[in-house]
């Protein structure tokens, strides 16, 4: 078998929400516990990190591994969905897995996906479980899929437990409101392992509380941390770290651009602290250097990148309300003359209230993803008319991009995004 035959078999034999939705949805962990049992329950094999959350998840993933790289341990790092290349899903020390790897577990256990026939997600999950017990990592973080009571990742037993802001998204499947969709999330909680609240959102605290205190887990919140932002450099930002009013940490640069991660870093610190409690070292030079280089550790993209200065042109996988609002504030803070902005999303997505956000004298290209699941640009087109929004219909991300430079001046801004699969299908990312 060679791996693009391995590819094939998993994307096309298997179930897969980021292609063809909810038909791919499961409410139980079964088909993991079955995967992960005849796997030998890796697991159990290895320390992790869960991560829940509607936004800040994957960039609090990333830096806790670069972090936790920097302190010297041997780190896994599983995340989803990827963006050019499957095997950005499951990372040690930086580190995709070998497309070697994959073809060998899809060969050796093929059989029994036949027989479980579990999802797409699944699978990778399993996949990447076994990839961290047979690779002996000391730790490996683990980002939530959706949710977190169902999730396929949930099935491990973590050192800590941390939950990011609270948002709508995948409301058909976690809630129609923030209290039910936060119980869902809590549901990564785990009997007397401590868990740390990294948003502050007080009005979705009581159901955390709830769910700590019913499995008797240590829950803390990030309250007590403080991030001043002192300047923006070329190719970091700036902060002052202050603990319970009290310089901590002074002039950290933090190489991701995006304004919104600032809120992030709360809860990644107290998520640190809880492992220093439990006799981990990581020093504040591992600290700095996490937050400094995490696009170089750990791999990340997609976050506030920026592809080209003139025009400046950026991506941003920041896709439901929360998300497009932080970008739409930043994009305010940028001085630029025109913004020319390339937006593309799925069909089941609540698109109104992102659509009624998106600044009005802006030129737009809508494009779609080269999956089942794009809602199609001539679509977008028409339902964005109604809201004032003015473009063009262009059915590649890569030919918009091109007719936006074309179209756009030296001092204008060029934006990307509106959906993770948009971001994923450019070509120079």
Known sequence: MTYQQALDYLFGSLPMF???????????????????????????????????????????????????????????????????????????NGKKISEQNVVDFVVKHQNLLN?????????????????????????????????????????????????????????????????????????IIKPEVPVVIGAHQPDLLAVFKKRAYSSRSPITTADSYQVIQKSRLDHYTEVDLLE?????????????????????????????????????TIDDDALRNGFSNIQELTGL??????????????????HNTDGIKAILEQIRNIAHKKLHFIFGTVKDKKIDEVLSLLPKDATYYFCHADIPRALHAEVLHNIATTYGLHGKAIKNVNEAISQAKQSAQLDDLIFIGGSTFIVAEISTL
């Not at 791919?24 to 990190?49: E, R, V």
């Not at 998204?169 to 809630?175: K, P, R, S, V, Y």
Request: a neutral charge; glycine letters at 10%.
């Open 18 to 92: 980021q292609r063809i939705g909810d038909k791919a949805f499961k409410n139980d962990l079964d088909n993991t516990l079955a995967l992960c049992s005849a796997l030998g329950k890796p697991q159990t094999k290895f320390k992790s990190i869960h991560i829940a959350g509607t936004n800040g998840k994957g960039t609090s993933a990333h830096t806790l591994a670069g972090i936790l790289q920097s302190a010297g341990y041997k780190t896994g790092l599983y995340t989803s969905p990827h963006l050019r290349s499957f095997t950005e899903r499951m990372r040690i």
């Open 301 to 318: 993209k997609g976050r506030w990148q920026i592809l080209n200065d003139k025009p400046l042109t950026i991506c941003d996988i920041g």
């Open 115 to 187: 027989e479980i026939k579990p999802s797409f997600f699944e699978t990778t999950v399993a996949m990447a479980f076994d990839h961290f017990s047979r690779e002996k990592v000391d730790i490996a973080v683990i980002e939530v899929g959706m949710g977190g009571r169902f999730d396929s990742t949930n099935v491990i037993s973590p050192e800590v437990s941390l939950i990011t802001q609270i948002g709508f998204d995948h409301q058909q499947f976690l809630g129609t409101n923030l209290e039910e969709i936060a119980f869902e999330k809590a549901g």
């Open 244 to 280: 319970n009013g009290q310089l901590s940490i002074d002039n950290l640069k933090i190489s991701l651009q995006g304004d919104y991660f600032l809120q992030n870093i709360p809860g990644i610190l107290e998520t640190i602290r809880q492992l220093r409690i439990q006799g981990y």
